[in-house]
């Protein structure tokens, strides 16, 4: 596709469950961003990869949190025994095109809400 | 303190109205310096997007950085409607490295 996809666009579990999220990057890009984003705050970081490997994971709140990215492409981040304070907007991004590489595009998020 | 400031409003502006957002920010590493648009329940749409200290226009908005104060500023000339949106002053170290973003200003363009 021609812009970051995300799935799913919305998610709700209980406390103390399992979730994966996915990003599907633009094509072509190698860098790939988790970050999270809460009502009214702008977006903070939670992961970077560079290709296939966690370049930075240190926004990454907890061990509960992890990411991978096995292939270079797409992403999944997941999530153990959720936490009602892990509900937020989960936004992916990429960036590593020819121009402007280091530019950001963003994903439309994947809303999470813990009950 | 914050490594970047934003004030979240809400702005509230006439239809036409020039708009003026800032950030400012404490890091002297941040290198690359871009603004956000984003509406209601979408992700972050790209605006503009600076390298270093200068100005850049890009038709009814304006992006200008000032790294000797580091303070940001997107001016948005002619304000419509489909303005209405949350705008993210968003920073980098280097390519490719995490961006450090600001709350956000929720701005509103009254017709």
């Known amino acids: 596709g021609a812009g970051v996809s995300q799935t799913p666009s919305n998610k709700v579990t209980e406390k103390g469950k399992y979730v994966e999220l996915r990003c599907d990057p633009i094509?072509?890009?190698?860098?790939l961003y988790w970050y999270r984003q809460s009502l009214g705050q702008g977006p903070e970081f939670l992961i970077y990869?560079?290709?296939?490997?966690?370049?930075?994971d240190s926004g990454l709140p907890n061990d509960r949190f992890f990411a991978v990215r096995p292939e270079g492409s797409v992403s999944t981040l997941k999530i153990q025994r959720t936490e009602r304070g892990d509900s937020a907007v989960y936004l992916c991004?990429?960036?590593?095109?020819?121009?402007?590489?280091?530019?950001?595009?963003f994903g439309p998020g994947t809303r999470l809400l813990v009950l | 303190q914050k490594e970047v400031e934003q004030d979240p409003g809400p702005l509230s502006v006439p239809e036409g109205a020039i708009v003026s957002l800032n950030c400012t920010y404490s890091?002297?590493?941040?290198?690359?310096f871009m603004w956000y648009r984003q509406y209601s329940r979408k992700g972050p749409e790209l605006l503009m997007y600076?390298?270093?200290?200068g100005n850049k226009e890009d038709g009814r908005f304006t992006a200008q950085v000032d790294k000797s104060s580091k303070y940001i500023s997107l001016f948005i000339r002619d304000s419509q409607p489909s303005d209405s949106a949350t705008y993210l002053c968003?920073?980098?170290?280097?390519?490719?490295?995490?961006?450090?973003f600001g709350k956000g200003t929720r701005l509103s363009v009254i017709a």
């Open positions: 991004a990429s960036s590593g095109g020819r121009a402007m590489q280091e530019t950001q595009y």
């Open positions: 990869f560079q290709g296939t490997g966690a370049a930075d």
């Open positions: 094509s072509g890009h190698t860098a």
């Open positions: 600076t390298y270093s200290s």
């Open positions: 968003a920073m980098g170290r280097s390519g490719n490295t995490p961006l450090v």
């Open positions: 890091n002297s590493a941040f290198q690359y």
